[in-house]
Each structure stands twice: as C-alpha cells, then as structure tokens.
C-alpha cells in the first residue's frame, strides 16, 4: 500500500514532540516502512520520518490565525503534489483541522480523532462517504454522539522495549508535556510544593500567546519561588531517563484527555502516574496500583508522597500488556487495507 499520512500543520512530526498526534503518526509511519508499505507523510519542515517526507514551511513566530491559515494552504498544496506524484491507496489525516485540507476530490480517507470533542468547535466534522473516523479509547467515544460514524476505536501504544533503560530511581516528581492553560502546570507546581518533593517541568512552550501569558503569569511566579525547576524540551533519550528516575508522574489535565501517550510511557519505564481523572486518564491509571487518581490538588499531593508504595514492575507489566505499539500499529494497517479495498486507488 501507499499510505499518505498529514500532519497538524503547526506542529514536526519526531519521536521526541510533546504531541502524542505527531507521535502516533511517527510510529505508524515506522510500523508501515518496517512491513514493506510505501509511507508518505506532508509535515512541517523539521519533521524526521522513516519514509518518505512531503515537508511544508515550518512557521515562524507567532502561532496565530493567520500563520495557521498560511500552514494549511501550504498542506493543500503538499497533498495535491503527493496525489499526482504517487499512486496513493488512501490518506491518514492527524490534525484536528484536517478539514481546512482535506483534498475536494474522492479519496479514502482515515480521519484519527485525537483531540477531545469540544476541539472541533460547535460543527462535527462533515462525514464525507470516504472517510473512516477513528477515536483513541473509549473514553472518547462516549463524547461522540451516537449517530456519528465511528469506524473503529484503536487505542494509542507505546514502545515499551524502547523505553528501557538502567537508570536509578531518584527523589524528584516530574511534570511533562506542553506548558499550557488546559495542561495545568501550575496545578502541578502547586501540588508538589504541597507534597514537600521536587518537582521538574520538562516541556515546552510553544509560540501561542495564550501559552506565553500562562507561562508569564503563572508558572514562572511559582518558578521564581522554587517550586520547581523549568529544564525546557526533552529529546527522547533524555525523556526517557527522566522518565525512569522521576519519583513519579504528574498529569494536571483541564481537559477531557482521549489518550496519554506520557502516562503509557511512564508506566513503561516503571514510574507511577498521579492524575486527575481527566478523560481516558481514569481508564489507563488503576488507582492505588499503578498510581493514583485524585480529584484535589490536596490529594494530588497526597499522591505524590505515596508514589513510592506503587511497584515498579507491575507498572513497567501493565504497560507491556495494555499499551503495545505493535498492536495499535497492526489494528491501523488492518484498517487501511479494508478501507483501501472498498476504493478505487487513487492515481493521477
């Protein structure tokens, strides 16, 4: 097969992004160069891939409307340049605004859900016969109507093998992921300087003036207090040994989560997840075993103090279990040949 993979626009396509989209995408596009497919992936300027990369301008500065509105058309042209290119047998579309791009011919299409409902504005997405929606969990799925067409729900996955490494656990908490309003890393900051633990942040704050005014107003106070320490983005090889020294995890959602791609990998690592229970959150933490759930920051932190009566080695086997990236990979490969053999392949 030949699988046109698109990204968000905004956001390059690498092991070690903060967006669990663009690390699905990047592991499905291994997965179908490993197998023998032909995997093109239309991605920001940056972005690292197995097969082959369409890549559109990277924006810079700001991340507003407008440097949105220029990423999409870019990503219009890209997938035009691929369909007339290669004989495409069907496109995987990532990003949330995959309709600003999504090509006015008739091709299959496989429309992955990543971001939770609310996201996609008052308007569902227009359910065009070729295209197959997917969501992440079932947690997910409840949020969709009943009437809309869910094609299959495949679960994200991580890589457990790869997370493995021989570093010593350590005292520190570890907060990861993008700085934002709706991740509540101030909660987190709050919440270990309760618990009387160290807390790292390990993330990165991307150009949206809403992400820099939280950062400003309300991480770098508690910051400043020393509530934690701020280290920046973490490539993968450092990820995972902060993963794996980290006393535990600290996931401070504000938002309906459909997956968690960094609880899966902490899990993997042997490091335990103290959560609220946003999302499919309450489904991937089992409380009191392979971390906890809290609903207050007063118990966050409760969490925080308790996380080392939580095994190691039942994390590390949940993971292996629940979380396989081979399994995700496979559930999509099967999902792009039913849906491949139902079209005609598309060629120029």
């Known amino acids: 097969m030949t699988v046109l993979s698109v990204a968000y626009p905004l956001a390059p396509v690498r092991d070690d992004t903060a967006g669990g989209a663009e690390q699905v995408l990047a592991m499905l596009d291994r997965a179908l160069t490993n197998a ?9 300027e940056g972005s690292r891939v197995a097969g082959t990369l369409v890549a559109t301008p990277r924006a810079d500065g700001t991340l507003d409307k407008q440097a949105e509105w220029k990423a999409q058309a870019a990503h219009r042209n890209a997938i035009e340049r691929a369909l007339q290119r290669w004989p495409v047998d069907l496109i995987h579309f990532h990003g949330q605004d995959f309709a600003a791009y999504q090509p006015a011919r008739s091709v299959p299409a496989v429309v992955t859900l990543h971001v939770p409902r609310a ?5 569902l997405p227009e359910q065009r016969p070729e295209a197959h929606f997917v969501c992440v969990s079932e947690a997910q799925r409840q949020t969709w109507p009943q009437d809309f067409r869910i094609s299959a729900v495949i679960e994200n996955g991580v890589d457990a093998n790869a997370m493995g490494t021989r570093v010593s656990k350590r005292r520190f908490a570890l907060w990861l992921g993008r700085v934002s ?8 900051l709050d919440a270990a300087q309760m618990a009387g633990t160290a807390l790292l942040v390990a993330g990165e704050v991307y150009a949206y003036e809403a992400h820099k005014r939280y950062f400003q107003a309300e991480v770098l106070p508690r910051l400043n207090s020393g509530a934690g320490r701020f280290i920046g983005p973490a490539g993968f090889a450092r990820k ?12 401070t959602s504000q938002a309906e989560e459909t997956s968690s791609l960094v609880a899966m990998e902490a899990l993997a690592c042997g ?21 906890f759930v809290a609903s207050t920051v ?7 103090r308790c996380a080392d009566e939580i095994d190691p080695a039942v994390c590390r086997a949940e993971a292996r279990e629940r979380f396989p990236a081979a399994r995700m990979a496979a559930r999509y ?3 792009y040949a039913a849906v491949a053999r139902r079209a005609v392949r598309w060629t120029a």
């Open 36 to 44: 023998g497919h032909h995997s093109v992936v239309v991605a920001a």
């Open 298 to 304: 007063e118990q966050m932190a409760e969490g925080i």
């Open 119 to 123: 996201w996609y504005g008052a308007e």
């Open 333 to 335: 490969v099967e999902l």
């Open 240 to 251: 995972r040994r902060l993963l794996t020294a980290a006393r535990c995890l600290v996931i």
């Open 181 to 188: 309003p709706e991740k509540g890393t101030a909660i987190a």
């Open 271 to 291: 490091t335990p997840v103290v959560t609220f229970p946003a999302g499919a959150l309450r489904s991937i933490v089992e409380h009191g075993r392979t971390g």
